[in-house]
């Protein structure tokens, strides 16, 4: 079973910046493409950024200019750099791997306050 452990999430005041981190229990070249998604208080899960496997980002309209994803190789991690932050983002960050099935981190809170 693989499994996805995040980390970096917190509260920030609006304007500020945070990086989450997610570090699978496998090889991070073993996914097709790894992203994040995000769950705010109500509503459902979105995308947030994800990654193929050959490097290519790519954002939702909310991430554009503000969010980065990257991939760490040699610490095996992915993660999501998050500037400019907006109480409108705030809500539950979810680590997501596809290899042959999806597969999804516990969570992590970001909580932005205004």
């Known amino acids: 079973q693989v499994q996805l452990v995040e980390s970096g999430g917190g509260v920030v005041q609006t304007g500020g910046s945070l990086t989450l981190s997610c570090e699978p229990s496998?090889?991070?070249?073993?996914?097709?493409?790894m992203g994040w998604y995000r769950q705010p208080p109500g509503k459902q899960r979105e995308v947030v950024a994800t990654?193929?496997?050959?490097?290519?980002?790519v954002y939702a309209d909310a991430a554009k200019g503000r969010f980065t994803i990257s991939r760490d190789n040699a610490k095996n991690t992915l993660h999501l750099q998050m500037t400019s932050l907006k109480p409108e983002d705030t809500a539950i960050y979810y680590c997501?791997?596809?290899?042959?099935?999806?597969?999804w981190g516990q969570g992590t809170q970001v909580t932005v306050s205004s």
């Open positions: 990654l193929t496997a050959s490097g290519l980002p």
């Open positions: 496998m090889n991070i070249y073993s996914f097709a493409h």
């Open positions: 997501n791997a596809y290899s042959k099935m999806n597969y």
